[in-house]
């Protein structure tokens, strides 16, 4: 193979170790982008395309990550991933790694680790490097990637999200629970809720947005009932569809643009946490995407004519 050739084989694993570290789609592209410009550049071939190219994109969403950090903290409201609707990367022997490690739930937890933390987590845990390229990576000894990977499974595995085991059963669920949307069903809607289920929603201040989390299944089956018909009414459609790894839907206007997409996780056969992103900068990768404020101001006018 030609080196296009070796990159484009290499690409989805690549993309994939990015994101997990970034929590970013946009950042990603462009951390894989630049590990190819740095290997096409390159004047020798390495031993090991895969070991160069892996270790290439670490290092630069290691720095990417480290200035992202303060952006992170004056982040307004709660922040989250941009939304993954799929992973290119595919490894019949990992799948169950591969899977939780790209939830919502675990993204966040990786937020708490350091950038070198973080990295070695991804590198070992999800995708099983070993130590000897885990070390060229991060640029530490292998002796130094141990125990930062001792630190981080410590604070990993103290919040270790856990997920419904059948996915059958847990998209039935997420169907029920897309039924009793449309029709604005509470009672439907809090018997799939846990009783502390939370709701919570990521605007960045570029979006209406909750003011806080809200919490417990009465209150949020009587704020999803009170939405959801009206943006029905409005045109809004709800197209079900997974969002990293777990099961959820795209929200759109009626010209088909993106308005926010929710993201549920499951566990014993109820729904646990609802997770909506509707930051409009979150929302390009998925297509174009629709003003959030306009459709918020049709929403209240269609209460109003409820009343």
């Known amino acids: 193979m030609n080196k296009v050739e070796e990159f484009e084989k290499l690409r989805p694993l690549l993309f994939s170790i990015a994101y997990r570290i970034l929590g970013s789609v946009s950042e990603a592209e462009d951390a894989v982008q630049e590990a190819w410009l740095r290997f096409d550049g390159s004047t020798t071939l390495p031993t090991s395309v895969k070991a160069f190219l892996s270790a290439t994109v670490t290092r630069i969403s290691i720095d990417v990550l480290r200035s992202a950090r303060m952006r992170r903290e004056e982040y307004v409201g709660p922040w989250f991933p941009e939304p993954l609707l799929s992973d290119p990367y595919q490894d019949p022997a990992r799948s169950a790694e591969l899977a939780d490690s790209v939830s919502m739930a675990a993204l966040l937890l990786l937020e708490r ?119 029905a009414r409005i045109d809004v459609t709800c197209e079900p569809h997974e969002v990293n790894g777990q099961p959820g839907a795209i929200f759109r206007d009626r010209d088909g643009k993106v308005l926010h997409t929710l993201a549920l996780d499951v566990l014993d056969g109820q729904i646990q946490t609802i997770r909506s992103v509707i930051n409009p900068d979150k929302l390009g990768h998925l297509g174009p995407v629709a003003d959030a404020w306009a459709i918020d101001g049709e929403v209240k006018q269609a209460r109003r004519q409820t009343k």
């Open 113 to 231: 680790l350091s950038p070198l933390e973080r990295s070695v987590f991804v590198l070992r845990e999800v995708f099983g490097f070993g130590f000897d390229d885990i070390a060229s990576a991060v640029g530490r000894s292998e002796a130094a990637c141990r125990q930062l990977l001792v630190r981080a499974r410590r604070h990993m595995q103290a919040g270790r999200p856990r997920f419904e085991a059948d996915r059958q059963e847990r998209q039935e669920l997420a169907t029920r629970f897309f039924d009793a949307l449309h029709e604005g069903d509470v009672a439907a809607l809090r018997d799939l809720l846990a009783a502390d289920v939370q709701m919570v929603g990521d605007g960045g201040g570029k979006a209406p947005q909750l003011a806080r989390a809200v919490i417990g299944a009465e209150n949020v089956a009587r704020l999803l009932a009170s939405v959801f018909p009206l943006l």
